[in-house]
C-alpha cells in the first residue's frame, strides 16, 4: 500500500511538472528569449495610452496578456495584483494587456475593463489590444501569458516566458513561483534558471 502511494505521488508530481513544460512545437510565433521587445502604445482604462517608453526608471517590466472572461485569468487575478504591489517598487511594474476580440467576448469590452480593475482594485495599467497587433509579436497564445523583459542598452530584453507559477487552482498550493524567482535573479544580476513554462490558460479570441 506504502509503495503504491509513493508510486501515485511520484506521478503526480510528474505530471504537475509536464503540464507547465514546453515542447519546441509548442512555442508560437512570436519573440523567444533573448529578443528585444517592440514598444508599443495602447490604451489604458483610463483612456491615456501607454507605451513601454513611459517607464523612464523601470528596470524592467512584467508583461501579462489577461483579460476578465476567462477563469484561468480570474483565479491568477490576486496574484497578478500582489505581482504588481512587490516587485514596481523595485523596478519591474505589471503591464497587463487584454488582446481579446471584444466581438466574440464582448466582456472583455473596454468597460467592462474599466469595472473590472476598479472592483479588484489594480494598481497596475490595464491596457486593450484593440487591433489585436501586439500579442501576436509577442507570441501570446494564452489569458494569462506572462513576459517578463528587462531593460538593456539595446532595450527591452525578454527574460522569461510562460506560466506566473505551477498550481493555477490553488495560490497556496504552488510550489514554483516562476515569474517572481525570474524577477528575483535578475534583480540579483544573476541569470534566469527556468526562462520558459507552458502558460495554462484560455486561447486568445480572435
Not at 476578465?68 to 500582489?82: G, Q
Not at 517578463?148 to 530584453?157: A, D, M, P, S
Not at 534558471?193 to 480572435?206: F, N, P, Y
Request: with cysteine; charged share 25%.
Amino acid at each position: 500500500m506504502k509503495k503504491l502511494v509513493k508510486l501515485v505521488s511520484a506521478l503526480t508530481v510528474v505530471l504537475l511538472i509536464s503540464a507547465f513544460t514546453v515542447n519546441k512545437e509548442e512555442l508560437g510565433e512570436g519573440y523567444k528569449i533573448g529578443d528585444i521587445a517592440e514598444d508599443f502604445s495602447l490604451k489604458n482604462i483610463d483612456g491615456k495610452m501607454v507605451s513601454l517608453s513611459d517607464y523612464k526608471d523601470a528596470k524592467g517590466f512584467i508583461v501579462t496578456f489577461t483579460c476578465n472572461t476567462c477563469p484561468y485569468a480570474v483565479l491568477y487575478e490576486d496574484r497578478i495584483i500582489n505581482l504588481d504591489k512587490k516587485y514596481a517598487p523595485k523596478g519591474y511594474p505589471v503591464i497587463a494587456i487584454m488582446p481579446n476580440n471584444t466581438d466574440v467576448k464582448p466582456g472583455d469590452n473596454l468597460e467592462a475593463m474599466k469595472s473590472r480593475a476598479q472592483s479588484k482594485g489594480f494598481t497596475f495599467p490595464y491596457l486593450i489590444d484593440k487591433n489585436q497587433t501586439v500579442y501576436p509579436k509577442f507570441g501570446a497564445t494564452k489569458t494569462p501569458h506572462v513576459f517578463i523583459l528587462k531593460k538593456t542598452v539595446e532595450g527591452n530584453q525578454v527574460k522569461y516566458i510562460g506560466a506566473i507559477d505551477d498550481n493555477y487552482k490553488d495560490a497556496s498550493a504552488v510550489s514554483a513561483k516562476y515569474v517572481e524567482n525570474a524577477v528575483d535573479a535578475l534583480l540579483d544580476g544573476k541569470e534566469v534558471a527556468q526562462t520558459v513554462t507552458k502558460a495554462i490558460g484560455c486561447s486568445i479570441k480572435v
